[in-house]
Nanobody, 116 residues
Framework: QVQLVESGGGLVQPGESLRLSCAASGIIFSIYNMGWYRQAPGKQRELVADITSVYNTNYADSVKGRFTISRDNAKNTVYLQMSSLKPEDTAVYYC??????????WGQGTQVTVSS
């Protein structure tokens, strides 16, 4: 049974930082591409950042220079370090594990709210 469990969300003020974590089980973590997506109210889910099994990274333009994705294969965990948070970063953040086109798993999501 595959499980992706996100943690680290919360309420922060603009300019502050948060680190999200996603712990995976039930998969061979090291061979999966891992990603963070987000969905704000009334909007479609969008890619925030992803990291491949060989540590190539990709970021949405809106978060470049502010967010950093990383992975620890020994802990089966992917992280999203978010800095200089803005109100428009408010969303539910989802962890994704993907391999090829047929294996695709999602976490339950964690709420991030940026507000003064």
């Amino acid at each position: 049974q595959v499980q992706l469990v996100e943690s680290g969300g919360g309420l922060v003020q603009p300019g502050e930082s948060l680190r999200l974590s996603c712990a995976a089980s039930g998969i061979i973590f090291s061979i999966y591409n891992m990603g963070w997506y987000r969905q704000a109210p009334g909007k479609q889910r969008e890619l925030v950042a992803d990291i491949t099994s060989v540590y190539n990274t990709n970021y949405a333009d809106s978060v470049k220079g502010r967010f950093t994705i990383s992975r620890d294969n020994a802990k089966n965990t992917v992280y999203l370090q978010m800095s200089s948070l803005k109100p428009e970063d408010t969303a539910v953040y989802y962890c994704n594990a993907a391999r090829r086109t047929t294996l695709n798993y999602w976490g339950q999501g964690t709420q991030v709210t940026v507000s003064s």
